[in-house]
């Protein structure tokens, strides 16, 4: 039985993923690999590695995690060094924590690598601090995926009128929801909102608004996009449009 590395491969900008993360890389004899993987990295895999595709796009499951389990399992069996590939850091909802329980419970060795995740590399990059001393102390990481409908929905959305800085990953499909909600249950309409497309790529895109202006009509971002909900951002705003 081999093992199984689970790696954050980070925001997207190459140079962002760690040294130890190459270097698994270079030696995976297989690599199961998530969509907003940059294909650069890849080309670090050796020529005989096996390349499995098991992305996920717009919350649709083309492949759903009880298969990547199995293939988890299949692979750890046919070969000595398995990765498995995450955009972003493992644990920030990529589903690692679901995988190494399953690792755990087949007895099958792992170790997990951590990555940048784009919930603070992507608002780094762009140059917009999620605290800063005297505006804002707090911060949170909120998945955009979530049912508005509160008897489905896991968010305490009460809870964060009172986090300064609020990060919203995979939020295209609900952004103007999303805002409504924050409205909803008392954050300032005119609050600033930043997008972020792409983000450490050199395709990134910025788009600043407020909760308002998104709640009716929100600026026409595709994924991957991180959505920040901050007054950090009026702070900076001047610095912000250096990026734009």
Same mark, same amino acid.
């Given at each position: ?95 690692? $924590?679901? *995988?190494?329980?399953?690792?755990? %419970?087949?007895? &099958? +060795?792992?170790?997990?690598?951590? #990555? !940048? ?26 998945? $955009?995926? *979530?049912?508005?409908?509160?008897? %489905?929905?896991? &968010? +305490?959305?009460?809870?964060?009128? #009172? !986090? ?81």
């Amino acid at each position: 039985m081999g093992k199984v590395y689970i790696v954050g491969a980070g925001p997207g900008d190459i140079e962002l993923l760690t040294l130890k993360a190459y270097k698994l890389i270079q030696s995976a004899d297989a690599i199961l690999y998530d969509r907003l993987v940059n294909q650069e990295i890849l080309s670090s895999a050796k020529k005989n590695c096996e390349l499995i595709y098991v992305g996920k796009e717009d919350g649709k499951h083309l492949i759903e995690q009880e298969d990547i389990n199995r293939l988890l399992f299949y692979y750890s069996k046919k070969y000595n060094n398995v990765v498995r590939l995450k955009s972003g850091d493992p644990f920030v909802f990529g589903r690692g $924590g679901e *995988e190494i329980i399953f690792l755990h %419970q087949q007895n &099958i +060795d792992f170790e997990v690598i951590p #990555g !940048i995740s784009s919930a603070i590399g992507v608002p780094t990059h762009a140059s917009i601090p999620l605290t800063l001393r005297n505006v804002a102390s707090s911060f949170a990481v909120i998945t $955009g995926h *979530e049912h508005m409908d509160k008897s %489905q929905s896991s &968010i +305490d959305w009460s809870s964060l009128k #009172g !986090i300064d800085t609020l990060v919203f990953l995979m939020p295209v499909s609900n952004k103007k929801n999303i805002a409504k909600k924050l409205i909803e249950v008392g954050r300032n309409p005119e609050e600033p909102v930043a997008f972020i497309e792409n983000g450490t790529t050199s395709k990134q895109k910025i788009f600043i608004t407020s909760l308002m202006k998104t709640s009716i009509s929100p600026p026409p971002v595709n994924t991957p996009t991180v959505m920040i909900v901050s007054k950090i951002i009026d702070t900076i705003k001047d610095i912000i449009s250096l990026n734009l």
